[in-house]
Each structure stands twice: as C-alpha cells, then as structure tokens.
C-alpha cells in the first residue's frame, strides 16, 4: 500500500503522508546514528535535504511491516526502509534492493 496509488500507508501507527506534514516525526528518525529532518514533497522542489515524494508499506515474510520512503537526499534519488517495530525513534537505512533503487533513479531522472 502506497501513497502513490492515493493511499495512506500505516507503520504501526505512523500515518503517512500525515506523519511527516504534521510534524509528528520531528527529531525521531535517525539515519546511520544521525538525527535527520523528513520533509514531505509533492513534487521534489523545496530546499530540503530530505523530501519524501513517496511512501509504502507492507508486510515482510516474517509477518512484520516493512516501510520505504522513496526520497530526494540533496536532490539525489535514494530509497530509504525502516522495520522499527516499537519506540519513540523510526530508524531508517538506505534500502539494499539495487532494482528499487534503480527504478526510482530512472523516474526521477526522467520527470527531470
């Protein structure tokens, strides 16, 4: 379930895009030990380091959710993913799925 077919995908609690656009992530989602600021964007074109354009959640095999931000860090294309289950902090890292990563890449760089 995504944002991308008009949905409102759930991590356990965390609505998005409502998550992001009310603040209620501010200062609790870190990145390679780094507190980092989500910004949500429609279309990519504000100042922020991080702007999620897209967001996705499902189930893993293990019967956990699994959450992908499809984001532009500094302008670059990147997919970030979190399974943070519990806490005040969503942890998120840089998705090891090279197709994703590629295919979001190659939408970016052709609605450019």
Not at 32 to 37: K, L, T, Y
Request: proline share 4%.
């Amino acid at each position: 379930m995504g944002t991308y077919d008009g949905e409102r995908p759930d991590h356990y609690g965390f609505t998005f895009p409502n998550a992001i656009e009310s603040g209620q992530l501010d200062n609790r989602v870190i990145l390679a030990n780094q507190r980092i600021q989500l910004r949500w964007s429609e279309d990519g074109e504000q100042s922020a380091p991080f702007q999620v354009v897209e967001a996705a959640t499902m189930d893993n095999q293990h019967g956990f959710l699994t959450t992908y931000f499809f984001c532009l860090h500094n302008q670059q294309p990147v997919v970030f993913v979190t399974g943070t289950t519990n806490g005040d902090d969503l942890y998120v890292r840089t998705s090891q799925n090279s197709e994703l990563q590629a295919g979001f890449a190659k939408i970016v760089t052709e609605k450019a």
